[in-house]
């Protein structure tokens, strides 16, 4: 309840402040003021519409706000209003109607996509009545006497409204089960943002909107009148404007990330190294499941045997449960040993579980899993990775327990972790994932492809300079930073070596790095290479293609990089679409 007070407090100085502060109003309260439009009217274009139109009749009152509500409750009033008004302009909705087609929105983390669709859809078919004091106060989080507020409603007919409006839910989601789970589902809907573009100035966005001329005259007047109300809701000046293509971009960096489910690898507690795992397991009295793997399973870089052992055996909660409780585990990768020196004594390490294995007769090899005795560290069982699946898995982890069921000796954490950099360099994490015909994150998943690809980038300071021009200049990225950034511009394939990206043949890796604006510059480039799917045996090699582009916000004296964003567009491998997103 104090922040909520603080909250409001901080609102009310924003609003009765300088431009900045009424620039910081802005952002914390587009995004929900953003999403509450697009509930009332369904089309992005109309919500943009009604919210530049809301945040102008702001600005044209905001001398008349007395504080009988938060500044919040009283921005989305105004929002409520203008989707009304905006309900009435049929002959113009019709004429927008054929160029309003909605993109899925991005799944809430954690939740389904097709179970958010599902949801998401139910609340935009509740009757308005329902729909909006619904989204506001499960999905926004405002009180029911807030909600009264922004619709003009005692509070006690809100929570009549808020209680038949999740019957109403209830009833649709019914035939699909999430039924149940609608309430713990709702909160996580706020997903969209509020487009950058919509903070363009002013002026442009009363010409877009094409309000009254009053209203036009209203705000010409104010920027005529005061300086700190010259731009108010419109975010940064000219000069340092946001390219509009972000939004977009943040969408997609958002949408391509690992999913949780696909992070399930990170469940396991996997100890860092087989030395380790061995001691141990000797003082545990728990035996060491190792597996030994071609290539980076913790990134989705490596052979067949490893992509298929990870979403599928790996990700199997009882599997995670009995290793965690009952096992020492850790994973090698042979990558690690094909630099000479690089991992010397994990290296001999591994070479005797592989020999304890052949003289037990077991299988054994570079892609297996292996159970070690805790006294000896002798071969106890083993499965090849093409072998292991998850009932093979389950049968040799009951096969050699030792002790009764206990806590993780490690604490999960996640695999995938940036590597050591010096001081000042830009470290950035890649992730590629296969996408469908439509060019969305695939629902039904073929082989290869159930776990996105991960790689971290590293750009020293020297290097991620040359990404920034001075203001008003572009500049070509040298050739070897823009490979360095592309070369890993691809979804999963079969890349086993030290060296896996050492395949790529490239035709064309460019980068063009614009100056929009004081803190941001864009990137737009193309890539056009060969790469073969497989190593050890090589396929014929398959064409890769994909245009990117990018926003990075910066330190107007370039002495930083704020952000960096870039995704790919029309990536293809071979027959295959990918998609490639890049964030610091």
Not at 22 to 33: G, V
Not at 319 to 328: D, K, M, R, Y
Not at 445 to 470: G, K, N, T
Not at 532 to 548: N, R
């Given at each position: 309840m104090?922040?909520?007070?603080?909250?409001r407090?901080?609102?009310?100085a924003?609003?009765?402040?300088?431009r900045a502060g009424?620039d910081?109003?802005?952002?914390?309260?587009?995004?929900?003021?953003?999403?509450f439009?697009?509930?009332l009217c369904r089309?992005?274009?109309?919500?943009?519409?009604?919210?530049q139109?809301?945040?102008?009749e702001?600005?044209?009152?905001a001398?008349?706000?007395?504080g009988?509500?938060s500044?919040?409750?009283w921005?989305?009033?105004?929002?409520l209003?203008?989707?009304?008004?905006?309900?009435?302009?049929?002959s113009?909705?019709?004429?927008?109607?054929?160029n309003?087609?909605v993109?899925?929105?991005?799944?809430?983390d954690?939740?389904?996509?097709?179970?958010?669709?599902?949801?998401?859809?139910?609340?935009?078919?509740?009757?308005e009545?329902?729909r909006?004091?619904?989204?506001?106060?499960?999905?926004?989080?405002l009180?029911?006497t807030?909600?009264?507020a922004?619709l003009?409603?005692?509070?006690?007919?809100v929570?009549?409204q808020?209680?038949?409006g999740?019957d109403r839910?209830?009833?649709a989601?019914?035939p699909?089960g999430?039924?149940g789970?609608?309430?713990?589902?709702?909160?996580?809907?706020?997903?969209?943002?509020?487009?950058?573009a919509?903070?363009?100035?002013t002026?442009s966005?009363t010409a877009?909107?094409?309000?009254?001329s009053k209203i036009?005259?209203t705000?010409v007047a104010?920027?005529?009148?005061?300086s700190?109300?010259?731009?108010?809701?419109?975010?940064?000046?000219?000069?340092?404007?946001?390219?509009p293509?972000?939004?977009?971009?943040?969408?997609?960096?958002r949408?391509w990330?690992?999913?949780?489910?696909?992070r399930?690898?990170?469940?396991?507690?996997?100890v860092p190294?087989l030395?380790?795992?061995?001691?141990?397991?000797?003082?545990s009295?728990?035996?060491?499941?190792?597996?030994?793997?071609?290539?980076?399973?913790?990134?989705?870089?490596s052979?067949g045997?490893?992509q298929?052992?990870?979403?599928?055996?790996l990700?199997?909660?009882?599997?995670i449960?009995?290793?965690n409780?009952?096992?020492v585990?850790?994973?090698?990768?042979n990558?690690d040993?094909?630099?000479p020196?690089a991992a010397?004594?994990?290296?001999k390490?591994?070479?005797?579980?592989?020999?304890?294995?052949?003289?037990a007769?077991?299988?054994?090899?570079?892609?297996?899993?292996?159970v070690?005795?805790?006294?000896?560290g002798?071969?106890?069982?083993?499965?090849?990775?093409?072998?292991?699946?998850?009932?093979?898995?389950?049968?040799?982890?009951?096969?050699?327990?030792?002790t009764?069921?206990?806590?993780?000796l490690?604490?999960p954490s996640?695999?995938s972790?940036p590597?050591?950099?010096?001081?000042?360099?830009?470290?950035l994490?890649?992730?590629a994932?296969y996408?469908?015909?439509r060019?969305?994150?695939?629902?039904?998943?073929?082989?290869f492809h159930?776990?996105p690809?991960?790689d971290w980038?590293?750009l020293?300071?020297?290097?991620w300079s040359?990404?920034l021009?001075?203001?008003?200049?572009s500049?070509?990225?040298?050739?070897?930073?823009?490979?360095?950034?592309?070369?890993?511009?691809?979804?999963?394939?079969?890349?086993?070596?030290?060296?896996?990206?050492?395949?790529n043949?490239?035709?064309?890796?460019?980068?063009?790095a614009?100056?929009?604006?004081r803190?941001f510059?864009r990137l737009?480039?193309r890539?056009r290479?060969?790469?073969?799917f497989t190593q050890?045996?090589?396929?014929?090699?398959?064409?890769?293609?994909?245009s990117?582009?990018?926003?990075?916000?910066?330190?107007p004296d370039?002495?930083?990089?704020?952000s960096?964003?870039?995704?790919?567009?029309n990536?293809?491998?071979?027959?295959?679409?990918?998609?490639?997103?890049?964030r610091?």
């Amino acid at each position: 309840m104090h922040s909520d007070v603080v909250e409001r407090d901080e609102d009310l100085a924003l609003l009765r402040g300088s431009r900045a502060g009424l620039d910081a109003l802005f952002s914390r309260h587009a995004d929900a003021a953003y999403r509450f439009a697009l509930r009332l009217c369904r089309r992005p274009a109309d919500a943009e519409d009604i919210l530049q139109t809301a945040f102008l009749e702001v600005l044209r009152h905001a001398a008349e706000f007395r504080g009988e509500s938060s500044v919040k409750t009283w921005i989305l009033g105004f929002v409520l209003n203008a989707s009304r008004s905006k309900a009435r302009e049929e002959s113009r909705r019709r004429s927008r109607q054929g160029n309003a087609a909605v993109t899925r929105d991005p799944a809430p983390d954690g939740v389904d996509p097709e179970t958010a669709d599902r949801v998401r859809q139910a609340v935009e078919e509740l009757p308005e009545h329902y729909r909006a004091p619904v989204w506001l106060h499960y999905v926004e989080g405002l009180s029911p006497t807030e909600v009264g507020a922004v619709l003009q409603l005692p509070a006690d007919t809100v929570r009549k409204q808020l209680s038949r409006g999740i019957d109403r839910l209830r009833e649709a989601l019914v035939p699909v089960g999430i039924a149940g789970s609608v309430l713990a589902i709702l909160p996580s809907l706020a997903v969209e943002t509020a487009p950058p573009a919509i903070a363009t100035g002013t002026l442009s966005a009363t010409a877009k909107v094409g309000i009254g001329s009053k209203i036009a005259a209203t705000v010409v007047a104010a920027i005529a009148l005061s300086s700190t109300a010259s731009a108010l809701w419109w975010g940064q000046p000219d000069e340092d404007r946001r390219p509009p293509e972000l939004a977009e971009i943040e969408r997609r960096v958002r949408e391509w990330q690992p999913t949780a489910e696909e992070r399930r690898f990170d469940e396991i507690g996997w100890v860092p190294d087989l030395r380790t795992a061995l001691r141990l397991s000797q003082e545990s009295g728990r035996p060491v499941f190792l597996l030994t793997q071609s290539g980076r399973i913790h990134l989705g870089r490596s052979d067949g045997g490893s992509q298929f052992v990870r979403p599928r055996a790996l990700a199997d909660p009882r599997i995670i449960s009995t290793l965690n409780a009952q096992f020492v585990p850790v994973y090698l990768s042979n990558a690690d040993f094909e630099r000479p020196g690089a991992a010397l004594e994990e290296e001999k390490l591994r070479d005797r579980v592989w020999s304890s294995a052949r003289r037990a007769g077991l299988p054994s090899g570079m892609d297996g899993l292996y159970v070690l005795d805790p006294e000896g560290g002798a071969v106890l069982g083993s499965c090849g990775l093409g072998a292991a699946t998850t009932e093979a898995v389950m049968a040799l982890l009951h096969a050699n327990r030792k002790t009764a069921p206990g806590g993780s000796l490690v604490t999960p954490s996640p695999q995938s972790v940036p590597p050591p950099a010096p001081s000042g360099s830009l470290t950035l994490h890649l992730t590629a994932r296969y996408l469908d015909e439509r060019g969305r994150v695939e629902q039904v998943r073929p082989d290869f492809h159930e776990v996105p690809a991960e790689d971290w980038i590293v750009l020293s300071s020297e290097e991620w300079s040359q990404l920034l021009p001075a203001e008003g200049e572009s500049r070509e990225v040298p050739p070897a930073i823009a490979r360095r950034l592309l070369t890993h511009v691809h979804p999963s394939d079969i890349s086993i070596a030290v060296d896996p990206d050492g395949r790529n043949r490239f035709e064309e890796a460019t980068l063009r790095a614009v100056r929009y604006s004081r803190s941001f510059v864009r990137l737009e480039g193309r890539l056009r290479m060969k790469r073969s799917f497989t190593q050890m045996s090589k396929s014929s090699e398959l064409p890769v293609t994909a245009s990117l582009k990018g926003v990075l916000e910066i330190e107007p004296d370039r002495s930083r990089i704020r952000s960096f964003r870039m995704i790919s567009e029309n990536g293809s491998y071979g027959d295959q679409k990918f998609g490639v997103a890049v964030r610091n």
